[in-house]
């Protein structure tokens, strides 16, 4: 999982500047569960990118300067019962 993250971190930070937030996503329980979290995550003004890891239950999020984390943790459990909790925060 570090070596997937650092591979996205490299790629991104060499792309434009920004934030990527690793995020723990409780609740995920079949393959619809990353479907629905991504697209409430995508849905928060200046996320970049974003994909959702039902395996390990976590979501990556590249996003403009601008965003917090805040903005992001509201927006999963929008997508039904599920919860975030950051675990990792970079800055580019």
Do not use: H
């Not at 974003?50 to 395996?55: D, E, F, I, R």
């Amino acid at each position: 999982m570090r070596r997937i993250l650092l591979i996205l971190f490299t790629f991104f930070s060499l792309s434009f500047a920004g934030k990527v937030f690793v995020i723990d996503v409780e609740g995920m329980t079949c393959k619809m569960c990353p479907i629905a979290v991504k697209k409430a995550i995508s849905q928060v003004e200046g996320v970049r990118w974003v994909n959702v890891y039902l395996k390990n239950n976590v979501a990556v999020v590249v996003t403009e300067d601008r965003v917090n984390e805040r903005d992001i943790l509201e927006a999963i459990p929008k997508a039904g019962s599920y919860k975030g909790k950051l675990i990792g925060k970079y800055k580019f």
